[in-house]
Nanobody, 121 residues
Framework: QVQLVESGGGLVQPGGSLRLSCAAS????????MNWYRQAPGLQRELVAS???????HYINSVKGRFTISKDNAKNTAYLQMNNLKPEDTAVYYC???????????????WGRGTQVTVSS
């Protein structure tokens, strides 16, 4: 069974950095897009960054120049390097992969359980 597990969240002061990881495990045939979402209390979940199969990246305006999404195809892992963090970056961060499980013919969305990022002095 496919699972996505995030790690790397925590408490950091404004201006600090964190690196999130999301590793997919289980029977996986192919991964298409890898995405990072976040959800702050009382707000809707928003797409923060995405990376396509061929490496094209996309970011929301509020994180451009501060966050970098990357991946390691061999490890089925995505990363989100977050620099110059601000209090408004505080949220639960979720990874989302569009992947094809072994034995399947379709791509489905899979989600991690989330990791808390808190930016506070």
């Amino acid at each position: 069974q496919v699972q996505l597990v995030e790690s790397g969240g925590g408490l950091v002061q404004p201006g600090g950095s964190l690196r999130l990881s999301c590793a997919a495990s289980g029977g996986i045939s192919s991964i298409n897009a890898m995405n990072w979402y976040r959800q702050a209390p009382g707000l809707q979940r928003e797409l923060v960054a995405s990376i396509s199969r061929d490496g094209n990246t996309h970011y929301i305006n509020s994180v451009k120049g501060r966050f970098t999404i990357s991946k390691d195809n061999a490890k089925n892992t995505a990363y989100l390097q977050m620099n110059n963090l601000k209090p408004e970056d505080t949220a639960v961060y979720y990874c989302n992969f569009a992947l094809m499980a072994s034995g399947s013919y379709y791509y489905w969305d899979y989600w991690g359980r989330g990791t808390q990022v808190t930016v506070s002095s």
